[in-house]
């Protein structure tokens, strides 16, 4: 039986609920030396079996048992893959399984009746779908997806005074995928200056280890002006640059969450855990506490 997230967390809170209320009946009753002894051995025994039913309910709400909530974006997913537009799907093998990424019109009840996701996908041997992962987006571009390599790279890319992105690489990991690296770059000009600063991050979550590099453009020099037009084409394509100044430091993994692709969200990820950086004369700051 397949019930929804919000069916477990309402079992659960009743369960709890009950059983605080026994508790403090156990608290109030004044009662023999005998009584109060049976009453107690019986709280204790609906404690363990209070937590057994807790621990069932959560193994019930790992990603095999709740990949069957994403069943109604199924019929939504392309049926001829080979007809589809590339820049919108992504198939790839990993581990002898295939998946698919796609960015479809999930639709809603708007006026549009428009409604962009991304959908990773298990595909069956009988080529239909297992969804496991639904991320809702503001427009079909925000995000893209590759498979390749045995992992799956979400890539998030931002124009926003400078050009920003941020890759997310996961492996499988038991029933689900867990996040292993990370690449961050962006290009901007430094406010006040007319220097455009490339600078980058690749984290290694495995290793708990981040690489700070950057690179940085005199625009005021038409030698470094056509080298930074020609370094624009490498920033895209996520390519670092040969000469770069770079220094690799160890992060705190206690900061990391959404490491599970089932809790991941492009859009809210928390890097706080980087908080070092270079600044455009290329000097190494390192603001962690």
Request: hydrophobic share 40%.
């Amino acid at each position: 039986m397949d019930l929804s997230p919000t069916d477990w967390y309402g079992w659960r809170g009743q369960v709890s609920h009950a059983f605080g209320i026994f508790l403090a009946s156990v608290g109030t009753l004044r009662a023999s030396r005998f009584a109060l002894r049976r009453r107690l051995t019986l709280a204790l025994g609906l404690m363990q079996i209070t937590r057994v039913l807790i621990a069932l309910a959560m193994a019930a709400m790992s990603p095999i048992t709740l990949a069957g909530q994403y069943d109604w974006i199924a019929s939504k997913l392309p049926t001829d893959l080979s007809s589809q537009d590339r820049s919108l799907i992504a198939v790839g093998s990993i581990n002898s399984q295939r998946y698919l990424a796609a960015h479809v019109n999930a639709g809603d009840e708007t006026q549009e009746n428009f409604k962009p996701v991304l959908v990773l996908a298990r595909i069956k041997h009988d080529n239909t779908y297992e969804p496991f992962k639904v991320i809702e987006l503001t427009n079909l571009s925000e995000l893209s997806v590759q498979i390749k390599d045995g992992a799956i790279y979400i890539r998030h890319d931002v124009a926003h005074h400078g050009t920003y992105f941020s890759s997310y690489k996961f492996k499988p990991s038991g029933a689900s995928f867990s996040l292993v690296a990370m690449e961050s770059q962006s290009m901007t000009l430094v406010e006040g200056k007319y220097i455009e600063l490339w600078e980058g991050k690749s984290v290694n979550f495995v290793a708990a280890r981040a690489t700070y590099w950057a690179k940085a453009f005199a625009m005021d020099r038409p030698k470094e002006q056509r080298a930074w037009k020609h370094s624009l084409k490498l920033h895209g394509s996520g390519t670092m640059p040969d000469e770069r100044v770079q220094r690799t430091v160890r992060i705190n993994r206690s900061k990391v969450d959404q490491t599970d692709i089932e809790h991941f969200d492009p859009f809210e990820f928390n890097t706080d855990f980087l908080c070092s950086y270079f600044d455009h004369r290329l000097r190494f700051h390192n603001a962690c506490q």
